[in-house]
């Protein structure tokens, strides 16, 4: 059984830093990109930024420059370090990854359960 599990959010102030981590556990063979979203209330759930398994990146407009994506694929984690923190970047945020797994045997897309994170003064 393939599972995401994510760690590291909270509530800080404006201007703040948090660093998010997203680690995969289970019969993995490998794992393609993977990426992280966020979903604020009564919004849609949005791209903040995704790595391929090469280390290629990609940010959504609004997070470029304060953001950066990083993975450790000895670990099959994820990292999501957030600088320069803002009210607007309130949200719950998933892990996502595109996950071949021994048992079952298939390529699925996997997605944490959420860490909320509140920027708040």
């Known amino acids: 059984q393939v599972q995401l599990v994510e760690s590291g959010g909270g509530l800080v102030q404006p201007g703040g830093s948090l660093r998010l981590s997203c680690a995969a556990s289970?019969?993995?063979?490998?794992?393609?990109?993977m990426g992280w979203y966020r979903q604020a209330p009564g919004k849609q759930r949005e791209l903040v930024a995704r790595?391929?398994?090469?280390?290629?990146?990609d940010y959504a407009d609004s997070v470029k420059g304060r953001f950066t994506i990083s993975r450790d694929n000895a670990k099959n984690t994820v990292y999501l370090q957030m600088n320069s923190l803002k009210a607007d970047d309130t949200a719950v945020y998933y892990c996502?990854?595109?996950?071949?797994?021994?048992?079952?045997?298939?390529?699925?897309?996997?997605w944490g359960q959420g860490t909320q994170v509140t920027v708040s003064s």
């Open positions: 790595i391929t398994s090469r280390g290629t990146t």
């Open positions: 996502n990854a595109g996950i071949y797994s021994l048992s079952p045997s298939r390529f699925y897309d996997y």
């Open positions: 289970g019969s993995i063979i490998s794992i393609n990109a």
